[in-house]
């Protein structure tokens, strides 16, 4: 007894219900030629990994439309920066914690080239290119001079053979380039001493790659199935149809050069005799005769000329290219519009719809990806470092770390089509008791407590300086000046911005 018959027994909805949903895996004629092999995403990586990689790289350098998605995700997802709102209950060790991050985010980055939120949006990129990237977290000696003796260091995927799967001398396995141990924990990486692909990079490095502990390493990746080990580009689903849609825009446009460099073709029964007004021949002997503008030319006897009229590319053209960018879009999980920079088709309403279904996405990967494996992680070493080498004072940290490590980890503030309608639907949901300020504030991007300490200075400042502000309905926001008296009309005459008291 088959499957289907065996299953269609304990259904009640018969043999016929039970082929409609199992019909994916009949293996009539439609679906003959479609066997896929059954393997696990890890040996997929490891066999197609480095060309996968490779041909995503070059896309991207070279593909605008994927050099403008990659873009476009890294800015949507990390923005200027995931910052960190820590959750000390003590407001003054609280302060002083913000401060010390604020000041050694500028030295995070181990090459010097950009601050701790640049970091993000590099990771952030490697991710839509190479599905993941290795961050390597680099103690510093106190000779360095560093705020918190502590720094990052990217590596790319690269650095990680693909197909280094072998045993290692203490027993442990290693699966492309990650060693583990017998319960199937992370315990090291072998990374390349230098990029593969770096021609500039001479050194002769022996062995070829060297181990380095998984304490001191974050992998960041979106893992799609369970058991995932290595990360897959996000642009992989989108790659074939960029690569086809470039060649095909290639091949139009050089086909429109082409014929466009031909003006006209004259045919002669005598080709011995001079053509009129033939010029120069060219290398190849073929004479070529110029055309002027307002030129009316006589032919002689048995002279005909015929203009080139090349085939257009047809109505149907910019409709292809507007599906096949549409599915390209879909496949790389971002809005059309982002992807192409074409919003001609779009209005108020379908872009907030488009909106709403793409940042749902990208919050999933915020607080999926990036905070859980990359922002957490950097805050716990640092704070860690930080108390160790006396650059924080916090007392009890060493007995409990937990209260001190809490922290809030705010994405950067959305854009709204609309912001006046988004402002006043906030305002509505807080005076509701909806939602807190709180979270009004952090939805922007910033911290709620930086937020009000500026407030404070903004209000003090303004006192001292005699300034009142006032916003009713209606009114633009300004100020006005309070003098120590009230100017008299026929002395002072009139002061602009002055009030009196029954104002």
Known sequence: MGLFERFSRRSTGGPAA???????????????????????????????????????????????????ACEAFAANLVGDGIKPSSLIEDGSQRETVQRLWLAWTDEADADGLTDFYGLQAMVAREMFVAGECFVRLRQRRAEDRLLVPLQMQLLQSEMLPFEKTETAANGNRIRCGIEFDRVGRRVAYHFRRRHPGDSTDQRTAIPETVRVPAETVLHIYRPIDAGQIRGLPHVA?????????DQYDDAELDRKKTAAMFAGFITKTAPEEPMMGEGAADPDGTAIASLEPGTMQVLLPGEDVKFSSPADVGGGYEAFQYRTLLAVSASLGLPYHLVTGDVRQANYSSLRAELVEFRRRIGQLQHGVIVHQLCRLVWRRWLETAVLTGALDLPGFAAAPAPFLAAQWIPPRWDWVDP?????????????????????????????????????????????????????????????????????PETDGPVAGAQSDKE
């Open 18 to 68: 039970v082929r409609a949903r199992l019909e994916g895996a009949m293996a009539k004629r439609r679906l003959r030629g479609w066997n896929p092999p059954l393997e696990n995403i890890n040996a997929l990586v490891a066999s197609g990994g480095p060309r996968l990689l490779a041909r995503a790289r070059e896309l991207v350098v070279t593909n605008g439309y994927a050099a403008n």
């Open 237 to 245: 689903p989108a790659m074939v149809r960029l690569f086809l849609l």
């Open 420 to 488: 006046l309608k988004d402002i006043q639907a906030q305002v509505l949901a807080m005076e509701a008791g909806i939602t807190s300020r709180r979270k009004v504030v952090e939805a922007t991007g910033y911290d709620i407590e930086e937020v009000d300490r500026e407030n404070a200075a903004d209000a003090r400042r303004s006192a001292d300086l005699g300034l009142r502000y006032r916003t009713s309905p209606g009114e633009t926001q300004g100020a006005r000046a309070t003098p120590s008296r009230l100017p008299d």
